[in-house]
T-cell receptor, first 113, second 115 residues
Framework: GEDVEQSLFLSVREGDSSVINCTYT??????LYWYKQEPGAGLQLLTY?????DMKQDQRLTVLLNKKDKHLSLRIADTQTGDSAIYFC?????????????FGQGTTLQVKP | NAGVTQTPKFRVLKTGQSMTLLCAQD?????MYWYRQDPGMGLRLIHY???????AKGEVPDGYNVSRLKKQNFLLGLESAAPSQTSVYFC??????????????FGPGTRLTVT
């Protein structure tokens, strides 16, 4: 398909792990990104992964990339109430030399105390 | 270092009115972008610019115009506002080609309502 797809909503309990999934469109996309949007604010880059990597870990965040299935996931360990936000995955297609990104619809993460 | 700023934060327009949204960045970035965000649809690119004096159409350019007369500013214009343009508008900037990661830095957004 042409769209980057994400589920719209995820609810977890504080302290649990959260896994947010994304299906992207172009198996040769060069970079894949996770952005976080807190209420009333703009997006902020959380992490990214280059297409020749399968996994990237950064403190509580783990990004997994399955190029064959064009599937990207973001795992947040020990989820905190401050992690409540909308999470967007985005891809940069190989034809882009302008930094243009294609965003998914965003997944709202709700963390219950 | 303010990053990316947007003016105004909120605006209510009547159908047919015009307005200009201003985006400014102080990071000396080459590339700038205008997005709109609608519920359940993520961010869609309206127009973008890869340098001073250059602009190009994005995914949803109809009804909007842009200008990049100065490197630090990127203006988004609505000539004749329509209710379908009710949205939250975000500006972003990034360093130019050759930096690889193309991290985009976003402004806080402008919430526009067209009645």
């Amino acid at each position: 398909g042409e769209d980057v797809e994400q589920s719209l909503f995820l609810s977890v309990r504080e302290g649990d792990s959260s896994v947010i999934n994304c299906t992207y469109t172009d198996s040769s996309s060069t970079y894949l990104y996770w952005y976080k949007q807190e209420p009333g604010a703009g997006l902020q880059l959380l992490t990214y992964i280059f297409s020749n990597m399968d996994m990237k870990q950064d403190q509580r965040l783990t990004v997994l990339l399955n190029k064959k299935d064009k599937h990207l996931s973001l795992r947040i360990a020990d989820t905190q109430t401050g992690d409540s936000a909308i999470y967007f995955c985005a891809e940069m297609r190989p034809s882009s030399n302008t930094g243009k990104l294609i965003f998914g619809q965003g997944t709202t993460l709700q963390v219950k105390p | 270092n303010a990053g990316v700023t947007q003016t105004p934060k909120f605006r209510v327009l009547k159908t047919g009115q015009s307005m200009t949204l201003l985006c400014a960045q102080d990071m000396n970035h080459e590339y700038m972008y205008w997005y709109r965000q609608d519920p359940g649809m993520g961010l869609r690119l309206i127009h973008y610019s890869v340098g001073e004096g250059t602009t190009a159409k994005g995914e949803v350019p109809d009804g909007y115009n842009v200008s990049r007369l100065k490197k630090q500013n990127f203006l988004l214009g609505l000539e004749s506002a329509a209710p379908s343009q009710t949205s939250v508008y975000f500006c972003a900037s990034s360093q130019g080609q050759g930096t690889g990661v193309y991290e985009q830095y976003f402004g806080p957004g402008t919430r526009l309502t067209v009645t």
